[in-house]
């Protein structure tokens, strides 16, 4: 919900999962949240930005997490590369 300004009022803002686009609820204590680095494709150097990716507790319960993402990173790289090319 937001106020009369355009400001977020709310207390808990539900996360998706980067993976199944499910809603992680405040009660999935086995999802997580990682930040990848994005690194200069060029130099192969840290550019000080990182992208999010969070995994619900459903994709780690299966032993899916290493999977899903190597998927997202692959999926956020090839992404970057081509949005760089235009």
Known sequence: ????N??????????KCS????????KDHGSVQINVA???PVTGVYTGETTAFALAGYIRNKSEGD????????KSDSQMLA????
């Open 19 to 26: 993976y199944t686009s499910r809603l992680i609820t405040s």
């Open 83 to 86: 949005g760089s090319a235009e």
């Open 6 to 15: 355009g400001e977020n009022v709310d207390l808990y803002v539900p996360r």
């Open 67 to 74: 999977m899903a993402l190597t998927f997202l990173a692959e």
């Open 38 to 40: 994005n690194v200069d």
């Open 1 to 4: 919900m937001q106020n009369e």
